[in-house]
């Protein structure tokens, strides 16, 4: 990100290429603005939802309270080690392919919630959960730089 002025990157991944910084306006009229937000909206919406409601929702499937607590841990273990891979493959790798990950575990997720009360359902849900969370994480931070530049990020003091 840091690399040198605009256009000196010897990246050779285009999303490490800036070519100009784009304002506010032009941005929101721009497709992958919209995909990365809207993507970001859903993770958020959905986990949000989960984590309020997940001592019912595993009530309903049949979990003691205890049970269905204690899947935060091997979550939050696939989101760090989700989180970190991101970060260190992102410049070698398009962030739409680093979204599309991230989107596939926000739909393994929710599959996985319906069938918590089997094996597989726990491991496709702590998988889909930690995937989606960790991918937010690592991509909701570099996406906007990445695509749109800096320079119109931080509100302007005057």
Request: with cysteine.
């Given at each position: ?7 000196e990157s010897v990246h050779q991944n285009p999303d490490m290429q800036i070519h100009r910084e784009f304002t506010r306006d032009e941005a929101v009229r721009t497709y992958s603005f919209w995909i990365f937000n809207l993507t ?119």
């Open positions: 990100m840091d690399g040198g002025p605009i256009g970001f909206c859903q993770v958020g919406f959905y986990g949000t939802a989960v984590t309020f409601h997940i001592i019912s929702l595993g009530t309903e499937m049949g979990l003691a309270r205890p049970q269905i607590l204690q899947l935060f841990i091997p979550i939050a273990v696939v989101s760090v080690t989700t989180n970190l891979l991101f970060g260190a493959i992102n410049s070698q790798l398009r962030l739409k392919w680093l979204l599309l990950v991230m989107n596939l575990g926000s739909m393994l997720a929710p599959m996985g919630l319906l069938f918590l009360d089997r094996p597989l359902g726990l491991a496709a849900y702590t998988l889909g959960s930690g995937i989606a969370s960790g991918g937010f994480v690592s991509l909701s931070g570099i996406v906007f730089p990445r695509f749109f530049g800096r320079l119109h990020l931080a509100p302007s003091v005057e």
